[in-house]
């Protein structure tokens, strides 16, 4: 049984030609290739095979693609800035499948997440109704109603990582 189809007449002649066009020329002596043709007439295509084959986890592309995902989380984890390390630790992978396809999210729930991806301009962050805020410079505790904050540059820590599952091919 053939990649987890059932066997067929069919697979059975389209494997025995692959592999014989794979070793042509390959044998002791031989100073030019084998040519070989076949003619399929008939395939039977078992859907419900296939798409168990493609989409569930039973399948070896769907194995591929989840080492490729975890491969694009770490790296994620290791670009990310690190202050406090919560939203290193909050990076996510969700691979998910259904009979259309599968599909990879890679994401954080922090509500900071998107502006440490995309950047942020210069801005004024004022404490929410008559608070103030609290924060700690040079072991000073400071509390005040609003700060200039300067802004920061992206760092496209998720975005970087789609070339694990671009370059190489998937071949199974």
Do not use: C
């Amino acid at each position: 049984m053939p990649r987890g189809l059932p066997d067929s007449w069919g697979t059975y002649a389209i494997g025995k030609a692959a592999r014989a066009f794979k070793n042509a020329g390959r044998g002791r002596g031989v100073t030019g290739g084998i040519t070989t043709t076949y003619t399929i007439t008939k395939v039977n295509v078992y859907k419900s095979a296939l798409k168990t084959f493609l989409n569930t986890p039973a399948g070896p592309l769907w194995r591929e693609v989840e080492k490729r995902a975890v491969l694009a989380q770490m790296q994620a984890r290791k670009s990310v800035g690190v202050k406090t390390g919560a939203l290193r630790s909050s990076i996510y992978k969700r691979h998910l499948g259904n009979s259309t396809g599968q599909y990879v999210v890679i994401g954080s729930d922090k509500s900071y997440a998107y502006a440490h991806h995309e950047g942020t301009k210069p801005h004024i962050i004022t404490a929410s109704s008559g608070k103030n805020l609290k924060f700690s410079k040079n072991g000073r505790m400071i509390y005040t109603s609003s700060v200039f904050h300067p802004g920061n540059r992206p760092n496209k820590y998720l975005t970087r990582q789609l070339k694990y599952f671009v370059k190489p091919k998937i071949v199974i």
